[in-house]
């Protein structure tokens, strides 16, 4: 009776140690934000900025216009001028996102209203 106590506080013990380790991303991100909501401070990667390689000028307005019009994007730069050297003609379109790390607090701000939750 008494080896049955410490065996089941072990198991116990082994399974909180086991969903702490799997859960503590969910954990880490749920303090993050609820620090950044208390504080008004700005979500290091909260944001970020998308770059999309177009074959044309219009393809990319297009892109950018039903973006826009979906709110999944508070601003959109075409760069008509840019180049691109590759032997493929896009049979894998260059997709690439960067987190902002840091900015103007009033911009980010702006940010988070113009964009609508996922």
């Known amino acids: 009776m008494f080896s049955a106590v410490p065996r089941t506080g072990y198991v116990v013990f082994c399974v909180i140690l086991v969903l702490t380790c799997s859960l503590y991303p969910v954990l880490k991100t749920l303090c993050v934000q609820i620090h950044s909501a208390v504080t008004g401070s700005y979500v290091a990667g909260y944001h970020s900025v998308l770059l999309v390689n177009c074959p044309t000028e219009q393809t990319a307005r297009d892109i950018g216009r039903s973006i826009m019009e979906k709110r999944l994007a508070a601003c959109v730069n075409i760069f008509p001028r840019t180049?691109?050297?590759a032997v493929h003609p896009y049979d894998i379109p260059e997709i690439i996102s960067f987190p902002i790390?840091?900015?103007?607090?009033h911009?980010?701000?702006?940010m988070e209203d113009a964009v609508t939750d996922i």
Not at 101 to 105: E, F, K, L, P, Y
Not at 107 to 110: A, S
């Open 107 to 110: 911009y980010l701000k702006w």
């Open 83 to 85: 180049t691109t050297i």
């Open 101 to 105: 790390d840091d900015g103007s607090q």
